[in-house]
């Protein structure tokens, strides 16, 4: 075996991976124009068969090209078919899952293709004219690539891992914690109205499903609102924001009397089995005898708990290929704000939540109730008694830039204080997090002037993270709530000058809450960035006069630069490597 040998392997795997990625894109567009595409999740045989079949039409058209007989060729493409003949037998007798074939048959190609090959050592040892200056061309081009493309993708797999970890953050379990958890008091229960219950999970949820539902039902005066969880602990929301739930499981049933919700809002949680198990097994139970209203991707837990199948419901558009992926049997529908079906309503992503939980007003209480709700909030969307058409969003080339530039080279490195006021509104707390934790932008620090924890306008009860001495820590600090923009806080001015800090007031302007923390994010960052947030928000920026830079040119330079200090190392290397072979020559 030698050095040729090595890199006719080599080529092997590429051109594998080429065809499963440029035949399989082309056989799935193909079987989707004539309408039989289908769910590798759904049919994980079927799906196995076609990845080996694409990944041989790459072998056989790069080794027909090199010169290969069809003897060697046709050898090679039935290595890529081999390990299902062990595998799929074990799939159907359940003795291994779907996912789990998938994943073995990616390992097992490699040593089937190194079997065939070794089965003809000579013939892959020798040198074939045709295409040898092709390699070598691709190779030099391949090695320039990489070296320009190994410290940019480092620094983006780094910085994207860490602000991944640290969206979900659980709190610190200290002793000022627990007498926060102690201290709050869960609100008094009128037994004359209906009860509406907001789901947080253990591992957390999602900021803006919680809070937005949870102030537009406070704000009718008509509900008993409580947040719940499995267990009454502090809790993170999506950005860092603790929260104390009012009541754990046990205790709502205990004030309930054993009975079912009125209505119960399931928000997006963070993914976790155990944290899932809990929520899902209260949800089919319990809570399945009221109204569930399922939030952007909280869906996800009504569709694991089996209440959606065979019904129509929807989600977050960017995350309903997925679902239809995981939840084939329920009927997923796009391009509505929400689908009301019976005893459960689905809304579509974030702050389509607000008319969900409005048409939850209208049917527990009435329409007027609604229409109050709406303009208590600043909702200018509201569709009374049907729901507001969705207009089509997708991923375009510029969304996925931005994103990759905000998550890989800005997150990181970007952290906005969010200062906690008492009496702040849920939506106006919401939105000085939520945009930044949605797209990935910055990270978000709860502070407080004072000690112990905070109570927003409806009575939640927050924990801040750290206190006015993390200023210097903080590249910008935001002051959610129009209460706190009419009263600034002369401590908080101090502690802004002595760290230079900037401070934003975001809402000393009335109006939706999200609609200052738009313009504050175009204004700050660019305006592609807070228009990507707004459509991941389903919100629309048109009327909101974004103005700041028109792309985030500053940092697009950064992995440009770092790809060019990469290959200058490289290059000052391989030079190095020839200088040091010449002389031992």
Known sequence: MNLRFARHYLEMVVAMMVGMLVFG????????AVGLDYSHAEHPAIGSLEMAFTMSLGMVAWMRYRGHGWAPTLEMAAAMFAPLAVLLPLLWTGAVSGDSVMMLLHVLMLPAMLAAMLRRRD?????????????????????????????????????????EASRYTQPEATGAAASAVAAATPPAHD??????????GNGGANIADTLVPFEVLSSTGAFNVYTVAPERRPLPLLGGLDLVPDLGFAQLDQRLGGKAPDV???????EDDAADAKVTAWLRGRASDGLLLGVCTGARLLAEAGVLDGRDATSHWYRLPKLEEDHPEVKWRRGT????????????????????????????????????AARAVGWRHYSPGKPASLPAAELTPSNAIVHLLNLGYRSSGTTVGVLLTGGVGEIELA???????????????????DDGSV????????????????????????????????????????????????????HERPGFGFDAALRGMARTMDVPTAEWTGKILEYPTAGLGLSGPAWPWTLALRPLLLGLAGLAVALVAARLVRRARARRS
């Open 123 to 163: 013939e892959y040892s020798a040198a074939h004219g045709r295409g040898e200056r092709v390699v070598r061309v691709l190779g030099r081009a391949a090695a320039v690539l990489a070296a320009f493309l190994l410290v940019p993708a480092a620094v983006y797999a780094v910085g994207a891992n860490a602000y």
């Open 431 to 449: 939105a000085a997090f939520d945009p930044y934790a949605e797209v990935k932008s910055a990270r978000t620090l709860a502070i407080a002037a």
């Open 455 to 506: 109570r927003s306008r409806h009575g939640l009860t927050f924990i801040p993270r750290d206190d006015l001495d993390a200023m210097g820590r903080v590249d910008r600090l935001v002051v959610p709530g129009a209460g706190a923009a009419a009263r600034p806080d002369a401590r908080i001015a101090a502690a802004a000058r002595r760290a230079d800090v900037p401070v934003d007031y975001l």
């Open 337 to 372: 704000r929400y689908l009301d079906d019976g005893d459960v309503i689905t809304t579509g992503g974030l702050l389509s939540s607000v008319d969900g939980t409005l048409r939850a007003v209208e049917r527990l209480v009435n329409a007027d109730a609604a229409a109050a």
């Open 191 to 200: 037994p004359r109205k209906p009860t509406a219950v907001i789901v947080v």
């Open 25 to 32: 894109a082309v056989l799935g567009a193909v079987l989707g």
């Open 264 to 270: 119960t809002v399931v928000p997006d949680m963070p």
